[in-house]
């Protein structure tokens, strides 16, 4: 077991009941006070950590860092340094805010690196070079493949063999509280006329987690499942926004493009892989057995609970949807190992998405597009107002955690509102 994961540990900083963050989680984002620039921090309970500033007193001292690591206004630098050295850095966080540790729980100066979150700006967390989004869930797919295609064809011939996937666009990933604008594109609101160019009627959340990579191999060379956690940073909880009906007209050949490109958003903090370690599950039965590349031994999945939330301008939030990370049919050593199967080199701070996450009963299904299946069955808020698909003045949250009987490790949440089309 990881040391920093020990379920017994406490630390002197005060953790509220049922926080997603307690002692274990150590998460890492990056932060803005009160006339500072940029700086790299941890959270415990409702305290934000400058860890910039633990280095800079001499408070805290990791091989392999300095205090430049983290004046930075991304976690790059940091994650560069790889799995090893930021487990010793997690850990050694670890045992300067155990409750163990008098002498620290008394010092001044480790004091003033504490930061309440509600008086700190949370800043994009990565510099995201690359961004991939999956297409993962067996019962997403199917249901849109039920929708829009043959029922009893649901899945297209490759679903089950390949991870399926796409390159997204990583200028348009942004941080959890950005509202951003209805897109506008083509669409085709009936089948025996012309397109037309107007706002999408059919905007929709998916819901999501993303992982964040560390540096991988080089061009050429590719990453098996066996060693993709050793590529893998952390997770967070990922809306990969849509418009539906924008993507109905536009995704035939070449798939996705101004129907996903318009916004992306993530949420502030990066849960480390190690922190997830005491969650992790068993992937579904896959069958057809998978090709040799992308077999593995052991637990691959994690067990992370998720919901949805939908907030009407004036009204109060209804929430409309109960998931887990766990009903995802291809896991994420497979999704990394695919990605790299031909060679493809991935960087530190690259996103890869995992696909709208959707369980087997109608209130897991991970969008508006299933929730109200295609519009026929209108979701009613606390309001009394419906929705088939997200109105302008709506806020979407999604929030996500693991809990056992002695943990709760979470990631907070991701959340933004659909403001007019400009």
């Not at 849509?242 to 493009?257: N, T």
Request: hydrophobic fraction near 35%.
């Amino acid at each position: 077991m990881i040391a920093a994961n020990n379920p017994i540990l406490s630390s002197w900083i005060s953790v509220p009941e049922g926080s997603d963050f307690p002692i274990q989680n150590l998460p890492f984002g990056v932060f803005k006070s009160k006339g500072s620039e940029h700086r790299v921090g941890t959270r415990i309970g409702d305290m934000v950590i400058d860890i910039a500033q633990l280095f800079e007193t001499g408070q805290l001292s990791v091989d392999g860092f300095s205090t430049s690591d983290f004046q930075q206004e991304y976690l790059n630098p940091m994650m560069k340094k790889g799995k090893e050295a930021t487990r010793r850095l997690r850990q050694a966080l670890s045992d300067l805010f155990s409750s163990e540790n008098s002498v620290a729980s008394t010092t001044e100066s480790i004091h003033k690196t504490l930061f309440s979150v509600h008086d700190v700006d949370m800043c994009m967390p990565v510099q995201i070079g690359d961004y991939t989004d999956f297409y993962s869930s067996k019962e997403h797919a199917t249901n849109v493949g039920i929708m829009f295609r043959d029922p009893a064809n649901a899945l297209l011939p490759n679903w089950l063999w390949i991870p399926v996937g796409y390159h997204g666009r990583s200028s348009s990933v942004i941080i959890s509280g950005q509202d951003i604008h209805r897109p506008k594109g083509q669409i085709k609101p009936d089948d025996n006329e012309p397109p037309i160019y107007a706002a999408s009627r059919q905007v929709d959340f998916e819901l999501e987690m993303g992982f964040i990579t560390y540096d991988g191999k080089a061009l050429g060379d590719s990453i098996s499942t066996d060693e993709a956690e050793d590529y893998i940073f952390g997770m967070c909880l990922f809306n990969d926004w849509s418009a539906r009906d924008i993507q109905k007209w536009e995704y035939v050949p070449l798939g996705p493009f101004l129907a996903k490109n318009f916004a992306s958003s993530i949420s502030c903090w990066i849960v480390t892989m190690d922190a997830l370690q005491p969650f992790a599950v068993h992937t579904p039965e896959q069958d057809p057995a998978v090709l040799s590349y992308l077999k593995f031994e052991g637990k691959k999945s994690y067990d992370i609970h998720l919901q949805v939330g939908l907030t009407p301008e004036n009204s109060t939030e209804k929430i409309i949807c109960h998931s887990n990370f766990k009903y995802m049919y291809w896991n994420m050593s497979q999704q990394l190992a695919h990605h790299t199967v031909n060679g493809c080199n991935v960087r530190c701070g690259d996103l890869m998405g995992s696909g709208t996450i959707s369980g087997s009963t109608p209130d897991s299904f991970g969008s508006m597009l299933e929730l109200a299946w295609k519009g026929t069955k209108p979701l009613t808020m606390n309001d009394g107002t419906e929705r088939r698909f997200i109105q302008d003045g709506d806020t979407v949250t999604m929030r996500g955690y693991c809990q056992n009987e002695q943990v709760r490790i979470g990631f907070g949440e991701v959340k933004a509102k659909i403001l007019p089309a400009k």
